[in-house]
């Protein structure tokens, strides 16, 4: 619940703090007005650590720079056709900060890209006007503090709720990936989105495809990076637009045969992201949201639908779902402009989530579990907190048994590491001393004996080099 009286001490606070006391001092000197604007004066009402601080002025780039200049320690001006100038500001007890002033802006958009045509204002509450959402939508004037929201963000601050300073439809007309900050902003904050807002996402959620992939891709990622981006997907795939840019999600609500019953994989899903998080926190507290597990849960099972098998007798299956969901993780990762670590993390994880299960049927002999920790690699962390949160039984036995199971087969993984060095399974000879011990040169013939010494190595843990010899010698003369 928003505390106003709060709020607005904490505004107080920071229009007062040395930097912004002093920028707000040289701009009025200078004759031009200064606010703080958008999510630093949103968060500060609502108790939220402020970062990113973000100032609007009337003045021209030219002008910003020129006041800035004598005051900071660093300036850039890369931004400045869009009449941004940046400044490293410094602060007391040899602190600094980062700021960026932006001149009013009053651009118009084409409505075939999101680029604008860039135009600067003269007034603060047009530029606020034209910006995502109304909670977004407020200013702080400096130096003397005075709160500007001429769209009603505080009452909507108050109600927790996200709606557009004016018409939804110009507003994502203007900027489609306003859309998806919604959805992002949704989960970050906590808050509804109005339905007005809502239904002019699901008219709109075509004018997505004028985005870039990446812009899209890093949304994406801000929402994953969220505390419960679970609300977030629910809203992008309640207006369709999760059809638009990941539509691999919206397929996981399959159709319910009357005669055939499973769990319903959507929600499942949800369920493994929201698991995935906890258990991030909880092994991993303070540590920076993982996204690249946070995909794998959401997307671990989007190969069933393509797998769906309806059994005689009211079973169904989804042979091979894993395998099938790799396939398709890789390519909507790669259309969407992920990074190659990224994409072949996520994949790798989506084709192993399930190799688990056999463990708990019966225990595996170290050969496999050896094999087990080779194959997951440097994914081995988030493979463990993928397949623990992918148990989303109701049944409390066949959980804590599923849990029994893991927690045994971490416990079995640390005991052989301890004694073997499992990170870096690999045979006791090279392929230098392969081709010295059989007298061949470099070729297929010394990756089948090296691959021959590696199955042994799994299976038999550390032999030595002179028996890893031996063997070697033995397997060459059976050839």
Do not use: C
Not at 163 to 168: A, L
């Amino acid at each position: 619940m928003l505390n106003m009286a709060e709020g607005l001490d904490r505004l107080g606070s920071l229009a007062t703090s040395p930097i912004m006391a002093t920028l707000g001092a040289a701009f009025a000197q200078a004759g031009f007005e200064l606010a703080i604007v958008g999510g630093p004066v949103r968060d500060a009402l609502l108790g939220r650590p402020t970062h990113d601080l973000d100032l609007t002025t009337n003045a021209r780039p030219d002008d910003i720079l020129r006041i800035v200049k004598p005051l900071a320690t660093a300036t850039w001006d890369i931004g400045r056709a869009f009449g941004t100038i940046g400044a490293k500001m410094p602060g007391p007890s040899g602190t600094s900060e980062q700021v960026e002033i932006t001149t009013y802006r009053a651009d118009s958009y084409d409505g075939l890209t999101r680029k604008p045509t860039v135009a600067f204002g003269d007034r603060l509450d047009d530029d606020l006007a034209r910006r995502d959402f109304t909670v977004g939508a407020m200013a702080l004037r400096l130096p003397v503090p005075a709160l500007v929201d001429p769209t009603g963000g505080v009452e909507d601050l108050i109600a927790g709720v996200l709606r557009t300073p004016g018409d939804p439809d110009v507003s994502f007309g203007d900027d489609p990936l306003r859309m998806l900050r919604a959805a992002r902003f949704a989960s970050q904050l906590e808050f509804e989105v109005a339905p007005v807002t809502l239904e002019a996402m699901e008219r709109l959620r075509s004018t997505i495809a004028i985005v870039s992939p990446e812009r899209v891709q890093a949304e994406l990622v801000k929402l994953l990076s969220t505390d419960d981006p679970v609300r977030g997907i629910r809203i992008l795939v309640e207006t369709g637009l999760m059809g638009e840019i990941l539509p691999e999600v919206p397929a996981l609500r399959l159709e319910v045969d009357e005669h055939h019953h499973h769990k319903d994989v959507y929600e499942h899903s949800l369920t493994v992201l929201r698991q995935a998080i906890e258990l991030e926190h909880a092994r991993h507290p303070g540590a920076a949201p993982d996204t690249t597990l946070r995909l794998a849960a959401l997307l671990h099972d989007i190969g069933k639908p393509a797998t769906r098998r309806l059994e005689p007798g009211g079973g169904v299956s989804f042979h091979h779902h894993d395998v099938k969901g790799a396939r398709l993780a890789r390519k909507r990762l790669q259309a969407l402009r992920f990074d190659g670590d990224t994409i072949a993390a996520v994949t790798q994880l989506v084709e192993q989530h399930l190799r688990f299960f056999g463990y708990a049927e019966g225990a595996w002999t170290d050969s496999a579990v050896r094999r087990y920790v080779r194959d997951a690699g440097d994914q081995l962390e988030r493979l463990h907190i993928l397949t623990r949160a992918d148990v989303t039984t109701r049944n409390a036995k066949k959980a804590t048994r599923l849990r029994r199971a893991y927690d045994d087969i971490e416990w079995r993984i640390d005991e052989l590491a301890s004694q073997e060095e499992l990170a870096a399974i690999r045979p006791e000879l090279d392929g230098n001393r392969i081709q010295e011990i059989l007298g061949i040169p470099p070729g297929r013939e010394v990756g089948e004996a090296y691959r021959f010494l590696l199955e042994v190595r799994l299976d038999e843990g550390p032999i030595g080099a002179d028996a890893a010899e031996q063997r070697l010698r033995a397997w060459w003369d059976a050839r």
